[in-house]
């Protein structure tokens, strides 16, 4: 079993920045990546990024690259996502999920395990 938290959302205006938290504990050795999802009122749940636990390769959707930025401290096996030059349509809650595997079978996160609680990022002016 793996536990994953969130934090660290809120309400920023358009142009501001985020910082995400993603804390595990448990069962930390039993996944190969960790990706953060997002989903948004009356939308599906959508990938933004997943990162490779070997090596800290981390990859992202299009709608976010050079906006997001995934880093780690592995001594507290906590994950970060920084989120720059937020826009409305970021808007969503945000989740920290466990996976087998990054970038693979044509997903950025292959075969996800398990799920935070989430948290609401608003971005509004």
């Known amino acids: 079993q793996v536990q994953l938290v969130e934090s660290g959302g809120g309400l920023v205006q358009p142009g501001g920045s985020l910082r995400l938290s993603c804390a595990a504990s448990?069962?930390?050795?039993?996944?190969?990546?960790i990706g953060w999802f997002r989903q948004a009122p009356g939308k599906e749940r959508e990938e933004v990024s997943c990162?490779?636990?070997?090596?800290?390769?981390?990859y992202y959707a299009d709608s976010v690259k050079d906006r997001f930025t995934v880093s780690r401290d592995k001594t507290t096996n906590t994950v970060y996502l920084q989120m720059n030059s937020l826009i409305p349509e970021d808007t969503a809650v945000y989740y920290c999920?466990?996976?087998?595997?990054?970038?693979?079978?044509?997903?950025?996160?292959?075969?996800?395990?398990?799920w935070g609680q989430g948290t609401q990022v608003t971005v509004s002016s």
């Open positions: 990162m490779d636990r070997s090596d800290g390769r981390t």
């Open positions: 448990g069962s930390t050795q039993d996944y190969s990546a």
């Open positions: 999920a466990t996976a087998e595997a990054a970038q693979a079978h044509g997903v950025l996160c292959w075969w996800v395990g398990y």
